[in-house]
């Protein structure tokens, strides 16, 4: 019988649902967005003028929930879709300035929950953490049948 006491990938299945749910209700009710649009719109802001096929890879969704997604923000001005001058076939996907202002605003919401998260965990610990989930997304490739993320 599987133990879900120890069981690793139900742990962060079940961390990652909740974390998840919460932050939809919360982004959706104080800055219109859904987690997956936060997820998009920060990325964004990391790599501005990227294919869908880059955001794809980085959260790890299909490309039929993304294409969505960029589409209904485009649509509520969030950010732009342009052939990119190098391959016409390819999208570059920017910011617009009030994709950036929404950003900036869910981005101090955002580290503050994550500050309240670890706030269990001492300095050290948290670096662990990460170091640890750093290496367990690296090694996705085991269980995925494909390579690193």
């Given at each position: 019988?599987?133990?879900?006491?120890?069981?690793?990938?139900?742990?962060?299945?079940?961390?990652?649902?909740?974390?998840?749910?919460?932050?939809?209700?919360f982004?959706?009710?104080n800055?219109?967005?859904?987690?997956?649009e936060?997820?998009?719109?920060?990325?964004?802001?990391?790599?501005?003028?990227?294919?869908?096929?880059?955001?794809?890879q980085?959260?790890?969704?299909?490309?039929?929930?993304?294409?969505?997604?960029?589409?209904?923000?485009?649509?509520?001005?969030?950010?732009?879709?342009?052939?990119?001058?190098?391959?016409?076939?390819?999208?570059?996907?920017?910011?617009?300035?009030?994709?950036?202002?929404?950003?900036?605003?869910?981005?101090?919401?955002?580290?503050?929950?994550?500050?309240?998260?670890?706030?269990?965990?001492k300095?050290?610990?948290?670096?662990?953490?990460?170091?640890?989930?750093?290496?367990?997304?690296?090694?996705?490739?085991?269980?995925?049948?494909?390579?690193?993320?």
């Amino acid at each position: 019988m599987l133990d879900l006491n120890r069981y690793v990938p139900a742990f962060i299945t079940f961390i990652g649902n909740k974390l998840s749910n919460s932050a939809t209700a919360f982004y959706q009710k104080n800055f219109g967005v859904n987690v997956t649009e936060w997820r998009i719109i920060s990325q964004l802001a990391i790599e501005p003028g990227i294919p869908a096929s880059r955001i794809c890879q980085v959260i790890g969704f299909d490309k039929g929930p993304v294409s969505r997604n960029l589409a209904a923000m485009q649509k509520r001005g969030l950010l732009t879709i342009r052939t990119a001058p190098d391959d016409g076939r390819t999208h570059a996907i920017s910011l617009t300035a009030r994709g950036r202002a929404v950003h900036d605003k869910v981005i101090v919401a955002a580290l503050e929950r994550e500050r309240r998260l670890l706030a269990c965990l001492k300095k050290d610990e948290r670096e662990v953490l990460i170091d640890l989930l750093r290496r367990l997304h690296e090694n996705l490739g085991a269980v995925t049948g494909q390579g690193t993320s």
